[in-house]
């Protein structure tokens, strides 16, 4: 009985510890960690971050990611577009952000991190992934076959 009384205790510290670290989605996601993939596409998340590597060229990530902003109505607040990296911020109408990074990795290949930050809207973070690999997927320009 002792022995099981431990294991419980040494579970729920488990999970008490991995909410305090990754917050309220540890438990239904398990491990702070969940993949969706299709053909080379390849989404995951932990904690507040989504990222994903694109079959896709720099400039089309840019273009998809900014059509899907406009698409879901967000407002631009920051914009940062240099040779290899480009970040933006996007808010709603309730001032709440989410950041994107964009990296180009090589010349087909280009890596989407989308960031909720700690108390930031994380649903509005998987929104806005999802509706770029859409837009990508609608551009026809992406890579992939």
Known sequence: MDRLKNCMCASLALIVFSIFINGCTTPLIVGGMSTASSGAT???????KIESYQ???YKTVISATLQAAKTLALNVKKE??????ASFRFSDNNDRTVDVT???RTETMTYIQVDSGW???LGMGRLLMRQILAELEASGQ????
């Open 142 to 145: 992406s890579l992939e076959e």
């Open 80 to 85: 940062t577009i240099d040779i290899d990296q």
């Open 102 to 104: 964009i990296e180009q």
């Open 119 to 121: 108390f930031g809207p």
């Open 42 to 48: 390849s989404v995951s998340g932990s904690g507040t």
């Open 55 to 57: 079959i896709a060229d």
